[in-house]
């Protein structure tokens, strides 16, 4: 079989891959994007991804350029408020609330919430409209040989890719980085996140509630309406077993439980989706890139689900390479435009990773002394105007 040659190819179709394949391919490049497993595009399905992202402002702008936007926003639910609450005293009750309101820094709110089953479905649908974008559900990358000049790519159906630039979007255990030999360094909190959708009584009015109490944050992001009832997306991280207990709970017992640990802030909660579980750990590439190969996502950098950073980092990524590529097509996956990316990204990846282990592990502390300290913290930290500002900027990834 002859190879078959390409500007890019993307070893990954998750929200990342699909998203750095639109946005190449909007930009003219010539991208195949493989992947092994097909996208699971209806909620219905058992499969489906009950997460949810959400993209903070300049995500934005990446999914704009990439023609994904247009397609996104009337499914989009805007984060006006973001409020932290803990609940670390004797009874699971709020005794300390923060809020930042997005217009203390901008015209425009925090992000805006997507599920990602419904991401994937728009993402593959807007490939779907790319001439030179070829995506291949059912196809993975084996084998990565590469030369100054280009990357050859092995794929499971025997074929070969011959490609300037390979993207690794294929996920924490990213065989693509581990062909080139690039190491990771992990941390490991022995917590798992529960994610389900859930309604409620009491409108959430656009305000995105994490509340801390023992175990991780139980964090509850808005959602549209539905069937006329108020609808959030949760996140609940909290030890391993016992996280994997709640996931084989009855219905009435497993509500119960959660209204609970929602301090029942929106009445009590219904469960409106099924369960799906994640292990949480933290990780990090020693580096971005070598030969003809870049990282993106969690390829690169891995961070417990707190302060929506995962998939805005991915972006960002993205649109670092997009740029570079951009600024000097000639020199697409050449060692000059490859050095400038790893330089240009590496700092604020090791950043957001150390920052965001540090708020879990504060999330994580048990005792009362501890939690008591935690509170202290929070209530010193967002009381400081410059610092709450500086903080805020930073989640929306401006600095
Ligand atoms: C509970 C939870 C909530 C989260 N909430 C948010 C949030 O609100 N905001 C946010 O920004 N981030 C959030 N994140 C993080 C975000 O979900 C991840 O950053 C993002 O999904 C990772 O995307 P990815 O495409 O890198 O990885 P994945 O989704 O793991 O995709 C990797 C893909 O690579 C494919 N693959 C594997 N092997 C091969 C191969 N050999 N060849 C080709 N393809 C291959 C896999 O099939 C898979 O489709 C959350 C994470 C968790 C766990």
Known sequence: MADQTSDVLISGGGIAGLTAAAAFGTAGFDVICVDPAAPVTDQEDARADMRTTAMLQPARDVLNAAGLWARLEPHASPLQIMRIVDAGGSDPEARLTKEFNASDISDLPFGWNLPNWLLRREMVARLDELANVDFRSGTGTTTLFTREREARVGLTDGSRVRTRLVVAADGRNSPMRQAAGIEVSTKRYGQKALAFAVTHPIPHENVSTEIHRTGGPFTLVPLPDRDGLPCSAIVWMDDGPLSQARLSLEVEEFEAEMSVRSCHLFGPLTLASHRSIWPIISQKADRLSGERLALIAEAAHVVPPIGAQGLNMSLADTAKLLELAQERPEGLGDRQMLDA???????????????????????????????????????????????????????????
Do not use: E, F
């Open 341 to 399: 990316y790893h330089k240009a990204r590496y700092n604020d990846v090791s950043l957001r990773v150390q920052g965001i282990d540090l708020l879990n592990r504060a999330s994580q502390v048990s005792t009362p002394a501890l939690r008591d300290a935690r509170a202290l913290g929070l209530n010193a930290l967002y009381s400081l105007g410059p610092v709450r500002r500086t903080l805020m900027q930073m989640g929306l990834g401006v600095r």
